[in-house]
DNA sequence: TTGAACTCTCTTGCATACAAGAACTCTATC
DNA sequence: GATAGAGTTCTTGTATGCAAGAGAGTTCAA
């Protein structure tokens, strides 16, 4: 239905290479962590190519700043400093809520029935307590709200904040926290209502409050993990 | 004073390399100009190096969006179309928007006064109708507001937009047209007397109108500019 | 036991050779 | 004159070899 995007989404000239949406989907889904070392050699070997096309991806994504290339150490992954996570809910929630303003201008597009029919799976989520598709159908909203925003710019800056967030691994640790299924679906709804009534203002500024208040629980959830690894 | 910003201005781990400075800094200010071929093999010559650093260096303005890699054709310097220019724009807004309402939340910060400073110097620019130098202050006031919202990743992101806009180049062109300068200046001075009050809001909103005003100037000059270039 | 120096290994950085393909040019043919 | 085709040339893509440096481990001396 609708296209992952947090790992693969540019409809770019140049289709990215398969190596670096599978490296990048590595670090991104959590199958190598935080401090992780990437050798180029060993993942060639790996890959059964080269450490050439290895090295440009990693490169690549260095600039993405999924990791980080020490020059003649290693190239690592790279983990989102409690600063730079603040820093990123900040910008996700003017990406949103731009977002959200931009389709209430555009009016009727199929993006907002997506959206309806979302909020309509969610409530079936909420009601059966399954969190993980609940969390899913989230991640799947907020990509198709800004998706229909239809600036491809957009989408392109927000891809790259949300690949650094690690978002979906994030969002899941934050739906359990209690009470917050519920609320955040009535707070899609209440976002859906206000594009529906075609006022940009009012969409982005009831957007913007919803990504602030589950910024605040993914902050949390965040931090709590951060304190799981060094309890001392 | 204030680093260039355009061309430079992330304090991150790894320096970036000279080679893809200068390269950016040749496309950004239209040494070479869209549409022209960047050949490995030639620049290679140029800077005295391999190509190996040289495809590195151009891999990475592929992702900034500020050359096109043709496999096995050509890397060539390219244009945005009128539509990512609009798209572009409207990024900006929100990005300005979102710095001037976190300015205004951090108070009194020696970035306030640096704009304070730059809007005295501009009215003495306008008075001598000095567009060069106006010019020069107005980026200078965007990157420091920018600056002053002490949010990095805010900050990368805003730089990769300016470089893809190719940003002092349009600008400079904008202000030739006729009162700009004046009501520009005022603008912008609106927009100190929000952040120092302390209201973010207020802040945002200011700046948010400040930027469409003046990107509606700016994709004019960039539409103007088109229809010379074509004038069939 | 501690510390310093040295060596050894592992890493990325860079140069280069070769492969593969796109596009242009020139020629032959209709 | 137009067009199809082959060949040439230019481009980027990939593999690989070597250089340089960081860091761990070891050894030796105090």
New interface residues.
């Given amino acids: 239905m609708q296209e992952s995007s947090i790992v693969e989404s540019k409809a770019r000239?140049?289709p990215e290479t398969p190596l670096l949406g599978r490296l990048r989907q590595m670090i991104v889904t959590g199958v190598v962590q935080p401090g992780d070392l990437l050798a180029e050699t060993a993942l060639a070997q790996d890959f059964e190519v080269s450490r050439t096309p290895i090295r440009?991806a990693l490169?690549?994504l260095?600039?993405e700043?999924l990791v980080?290339?020490?020059?003649r150490v290693g190239t690592f992954v790279r983990k989102p400093t409690q600063r730079?996570i603040h820093?990123?809910f900040?910008?996700k929630e003017?990406?949103e809520?731009?977002a959200a303003g931009?389709l209430a201008r555009r009016g009727a597009v199929p993006e907002l029935d997506q959206l309806k029919e979302n909020v309509a799976r969610s409530q079936q989520a909420v009601e059966r307590g399954d969190a993980e598709l609940y969390s899913q159908l989230v991640h799947e909203f907020h990509s198709t709200l800004v998706a229909g925003a239809d600036?491809?710019?957009?989408s392109?800056?927000y891809d790259?904040?949300m690949n650094?967030l690690a978002y979906h691994r994030i969002v899941s640790q934050t739906l359990s926290l209690p009470g917050r299924l519920q609320n955040s679906k009535d707070e899609h709804q209440a976002i859906i209502d206000a594009i529906s009534s075609k006022d940009p203002l009012a969409a982005e500024l009831v957007m913007r409050r919803h990504v602030a208040a589950s910024s605040q629980s993914a902050a949390l959830a965040a931090m709590k993990e951060e304190d799981e690894e060094q309890p001392g």
Same sequence: chains 1, 2.
Wanted: charged share 35%; proline share 0%; net charge negative.
């Fill in positions: 000239s140049n440009e490169k690549q260095e600039r700043g980080e290339v020490r020059a730079e820093e990123m900040s910008l003017a990406f809520g731009l931009l600036n491809r710019k957009l392109e800056h790259l904040l650094q």
